[in-house]
């Protein structure tokens, strides 16, 4: 998904937390999100590029994580990307 839709996970994931979990055990329950940031934005940056300055991708992704944070016992994880410039080098043997 892109930055635009975070919100919409967001809220859908913690909907069915609430659903699978129930009551008490989705308060007491630890829960673990894993967020892959930017991967599927950075794709579409030739193609709509006036949609990925800090501050947008900021204010898309801010409700996000506003959301989760009300979620009790929730741990997100933001892994880091590789550094997609170091790709252009590499002979894939496809072309």
């Known amino acids: 998904a892109r930055a635009k839709e975070a919100l919409t996970q967001a809220v859908g994931l ?4 609430e659903s699978l979990l129930g009551g008490a055990a989705y308060a ?9 940031l930017g991967g599927n934005d950075l794709c579409n940056v030739c193609s709509d590029g006036g949609d990925v300055s800090a501050d947008e991708y900021a204010a898309k992704m801010r409700p996000a994580f506003e959301t989760l944070a009300a979620v009790p016992r929730l741990v997100v ?5 590789a550094d997609y410039t170091q790709l252009a080098g590499v002979d894939w043997g496809f072309f």
């Open 14 to 17: 913690v909907a069915k937390a």
């Open 28 to 36: 007491t329950t630890w829960k673990l999100v894993t967020m892959l």
């Open 77 to 81: 994880n933001v892994p880091l990307h």
